[in-house]
């Protein structure tokens, strides 16, 4: 079956840095991967999706890359602030629209 | 903003009664699911629609079960509780079609627990 990876520890970062996630799948190969954020509480917002033939794909400070042959994608956060705190999800799009999710990273942002 | 609805967003319930926990979109997606996620752990899909009088289940087993009469209604339903059956479940929609592939709007979740 497929299974994601995603960092299970948390990631603390200083304001103002760039916060990279890591999503890494095997047993399958997806045309598209999305990524998701959840706050506490809550259920998840999507943010990005990028497909199999686009290698980044970015909206306003988030910047996503998807590379089929290492099958990873990375997800950054550039100059990153205090609300950017959440858990970052990663998502693989199969058999239509049925998503296969990752457990999460969680991102806290330290002013 | 998303327009999914779940109510209620919080629910303490003894071992043994039924519950439904209702879900409703306004943005006329023809796609609805049900996930269930344990703090710190990944979503699991336990039902999906893919529209009036469509259910599947997902990944997940689950005992609930699901029913799609109108578009905009997608209720869970809990015969029996149990105090396994604790957790929080994730009701979401999408758009039938490719153009979106996938991206799915979530409603906020219902804490269930089971005493």
């Known amino acids: 079956s497929q299974k994601i990876e995603q960092n299970s520890e948390a990631l603390n970062i200083q304001e103002g840095k760039t916060a990279t996630l890591t999503c890494n799948y095997t047993?399958?190969?997806?045309?598209?991967l999305q990524w998701y954020r959840q706050d506490p509480g809550r259920g998840p917002v999507f943010l990005l999706l990028i497909r199999e033939n686009e290698k980044e794909k970015r909206k306003e400070r988030l910047k996503v890359t998807f590379d089929t042959t290492l099958k990873q994608s990375l997800f950054h956060i550039t100059a990153s602030q205090p609300a950017d705190s959440a858990t970052y999800l990663c998502?693989?799009?199969?058999?239509?629209?049925?998503?296969?999710f990752g457990a999460g990273t969680i991102l806290r942002v330290k002013s | 903003e998303a327009d999914i609805y779940q109510t209620p967003r919080y629910l303490v319930i003894g071992t043994g009664k039924k519950i439904t926990l209702e879900c409703s979109q306004t943005?006329?997606?023809?796609?609805m699911y049900w996930y269930q996620q344990d703090p710190g752990m990944e979503l699991h899909l336990i039902h999906y629609s893919y529209g009036v009088n469509s259910t599947e289940k997902g990944d997940l087993s689950s005992e609930s079960t699901v029913s799609r009469i109108r578009t905009e209604h997608f209720p869970l339903t809990l015969e029996s509780a149990r105090p396994s059956h604790t957790s929080q479940y994730l009701c979401a929609s999408s758009e039938l079609g490719d153009l979106k592939a996938g991206e799915q709007y979530f409603g906020p979740g219902t804490r269930l627990t089971v005493t």
């Open positions: 943005m006329g997606h023809d796609k």
């Open positions: 047993n399958y190969s997806p045309a598209y």
């Open positions: 998502a693989l799009v199969r058999d239509g629209n049925k998503l296969v």
